[in-house]
């Protein structure tokens, strides 16, 4: 077996992002590296996973105050990088799957075209290279009827196949470092799981880093080698399994969250007074 490559793609240190000069800060000195592997951002809605996430795509709106001593992708500074630059990063080396599809998709494109678009952009094909690259891609995301599926618009596929258009489109040209912002939680829970299956699968052949955005911290469990844990933009927490969890947040999030093993009548809520006095000032 090859040994791992542990030098980080990504390397982020004392990220902070504030939203507005007076606001109070989204993300706060925000410290992690991911290597070829696959690292997990989890805590509840307003914790600052998205911001992250956002920053290092440089997605953020204008008004973002976004700082950090380093932000480094693939050894080059992500904040110094020109906004051209930083659109052929995107969706090249660096990829963002977001939770809907069916807003990351152009209404007025078919999916064959999209795809095709993105082949001509990332891989350099042209033509009918290019779109027999995009029903390959459908193929290789497990869409069954992939010559009905390429002519269709977005608004023609149900949310699961939109999902998998995008991980075609945005894993297409292999990226290094692949974003997904609760990938799945705008879809019905019956595909939740295969999508996940497909990512993580792709994710692998590629030999990409993969940061999973998730509220969910044993969906996360399941997929990632390392989970960081924020809460109130700050990382309380890193784990590589959920055993060694001591902040009581993160056990709070582990007990809000159903274990399908163990059927609870009712789930725990999280208990603010404790979880504060745990945190550093
Ligand atoms: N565009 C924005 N303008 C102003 N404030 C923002 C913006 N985006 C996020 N914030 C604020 O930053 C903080 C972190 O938000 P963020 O969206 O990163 O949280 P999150 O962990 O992704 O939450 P969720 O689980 O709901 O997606 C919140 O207080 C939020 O209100
Ligand atoms: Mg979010």
């Known amino acids: 077996m090859q040994d791992r490559d542990l030098t980080p793609i990504l390397s982020v240190q004392n990220l902070n992002v504030r939203f507005g000069r007076n606001a109070i800060a989204a993300v706060s000195n925000v410290s992690f590296d991911v290597a070829r592997e ?29 700082v950090a001593d380093r932000l480094e992708f693939n050894g080059e500074p992500l904040l110094e990088k020109t906004e051209k630059e930083m659109g052929r990063l995107r969706g090249k080396d660096l990829a963002l799957i977001m939770q809907d599809p069916r807003y990351s998709l152009n209404p007025v494109l078919t999916i064959g075209r999209q795809i095709a678009e993105s082949a001509r952009l990332h891989l350099g094909l042209k033509g009918d290279g290019a779109m027999a690259h995009a029903r390959h891609m459908l193929e290789r995301v497990r869409i069954k009827d992939p010559d009905r599926v390429l002519k269709l618009y977005a608004h023609q596929i149900s949310g699961g196949m939109g999902q998998r258009v995008m991980i075609a489109m945005m894993l297409l040209a292999k990226p290094k470092l ?15 799981k295969d999508v996940l299956v497909l990512l993580d699968e792709l994710v692998r052949e590629n030999n990409s880093g993969l940061i999973l955005i998730s509220h969910d911290i044993r969906m996360v469990a399941a997929f ?16 590589t399994n959920l055993e060694e969890a001591q902040h009581p947040y993160t056990k709070g999030l582990i007990a809000a969250m159903p274990d399908p093993r163990r059927p609870v009548r009712r789930l725990k809520v999280l208990d603010r007074a404790s979880i504060e006095a745990n945190i550093a000032p």
Request: with cysteine; charged share 25%.
């Open 38 to 66: 696959r690292i997990g951002i989890v805590g509840e809605s307003g914790s600052g996973k998205s911001t992250t996430g956002r920053a290092i795509m440089r997605l953020l709106p204008a008004r973002a105050n976004v």
């Open 178 to 192: 692949v974003i997904a912002d609760e990938p799945t939680s705008a879809l019905d829970v019956s595909v939740r």
């Open 224 to 239: 990632c080698e390392r989970i960081l844990v924020m809460y109130s933009g700050r990382i309380v927490e890193t784990l």
